[in-house]
T-cell receptor, first 111, second 109 residues
Framework: EPEVTQTPSHQVTQMGQEVILRCVPISNHLYFYWYRQILGQKVEFLVSFYNNEISEKSEIFDDQFSVERPDGSNFTLKIRSTKLEDSAMYFC?????????FGQGTRLTVV | GESVGLHLPTLSVQEGDNSIINCAYSNSASDYFIWYKQESGKGPQFIIDIRSNMDKRQGQRVTVLLNKTVKHLSLQIAATQPGDSAVYFCAENHNDMRFGAGTRLTVKP
């Protein structure tokens, strides 16, 4: 069964460093998403991406964040100058139009 | 120490009983709704969906009910099993998908 894959599963980084979280969406999907989940809290929408551009973003997704689809298979989330409060699970999802399928997440720990 | 973050609503049921998990959504323009199940340490997993032109949809052991008048969504799980223990999130979709706060379901054997 096709699935969304995310790497790494766990990333530890020092405050102020840049991180890139990687996702391989399901191959025939056209819509891509990043979500964040702080420990014990709800899943929060960050950004949606369609047709090689951002289609929607939340107030969380400020200039510190960027997304890219560098080739036909990868979808990345870059976080510049990480802060302690960026520590969370980051989930990538993809969709063919309706139902979104999620990856297993990357746990980002900023120390 | 001080705890931070949301305290999820919890529902505890006996194995074999039916469970009903409720969700209020915010955007009256949302046209598609999904229930996700999230087990500890894993990503949200699709359970069932419903479009706004329907008020009920049934799956294998699950039923979703949609009341657009009061912007309310519910998930009914029949004959709840220990494997159903998880956090359940509803999500509404208009231009993008937004999640509700989640409910933790615990099934007692």
């Amino acid at each position: 069964e096709p699935e969304v894959t995310q790497t790494p599963s766990h990333q530890v980084t020092q405050m102020g460093q840049e991180v890139i979280l990687r996702c391989v969406p399901i191959s025939n999907h056209l819509y891509f998403y990043w979500y964040r989940q702080i420990l014990g809290q709800k899943v929060e929408f960050l950004v949606s991406f369609y047709n090689n551009e951002i289609s929607e973003k939340s107030e969380i997704f400020d200039d510190q964040f960027s997304v890219e689809r560098p080739d036909g298979s990868n979808f990345t989330l870059k976080i510049r100058s990480t802060k302690l409060e960026d520590s969370a699970m980051y989930f990538c999802a993809s969709s063919a139009g309706w139902e979104a399928f999620f990856g297993q997440g990357t746990r980002l720990t900023v120390v | 120490g001080e705890s931070v973050g949301l305290h999820l609503p919890t529902l505890s049921v006996q194995e074999g009983d039916n469970s009903i998990i409720n969700c209020a959504y915010s955007n009256s323009a949302s046209d598609y709704f999904i229930w996700y199940k999230q087990e500890s340490g894993k990503g949200p997993q699709f359970i069932i969906d419903i479009r706004s032109n329907m008020d009920k949809r049934q799956g294998q052991r699950v039923t979703v009910l949609l009341n657009k008048t009061v912007k309310h969504l519910s998930l009914q799980i029949a004959a709840t099993q220990p494997g159903d223990s998880a956090v359940y999130f509803c999500a509404e979709n208009h231009n993008d998908m937004r999640f509700g706060a989640g409910t933790r379901l615990t099934v007692k054997p």
